[in-house]
Nanobody
């Protein structure tokens, strides 16, 4: 089973930047994409973005467009989440996951993903 490990979280002031990494223990060729999600205390897990392993095509939640960028390094089995212009409301635990092969219920739904990492805490102070 693929294991995912996120890193790069921390405490940053509003307006600052962080780059998160998600390293997969192995490449899941059956999975077409990786997703980033976040979960704030007392809230449900929400979609942040998705990237295709093969094409690099990305999708983003509306609230991060223009601020966050997802990229991947196939040779390193690693996906990155570059976060700029951070806001206090971006505070959450950020997790990555592999997209379930054949899932057609919408790329933004957490149920469409598996092999969740443990997450990395991002805290943005005002």
């Amino acid at each position: 089973q693929v294991q995912l490990v996120e890193s790069g979280g921390g405490l940053v002031q509003a307006g600052g930047s962080l780059r998160l990494s998600c390293v997969a223990s192995e490449r899941t060729f059956s999975s077409n994409a990786m997703g980033w999600f976040r979960q704030a205390p007392g809230k449900e897990r929400e979609f942040v973005g998705r990237i295709s392993w093969s094409t690099g095509r990305t999708y983003y939640a509306d609230f991060v467009k223009g601020r966050f960028t997802i990229s991947r390094d196939n040779a390193k089995n690693t996906v990155y989440l570059q976060m700029n212009s951070l806001k206090p409301e971006d505070t959450a635990v950020y997790s990555c996951a592999t997209e379930r092969p054949g899932y057609s219920g919408g790329y933004y739904r957490p149920r469409g993903y598996s092999n969740w990492g443990q997450g990395t805490q991002v805290t943005v102070s005002s």
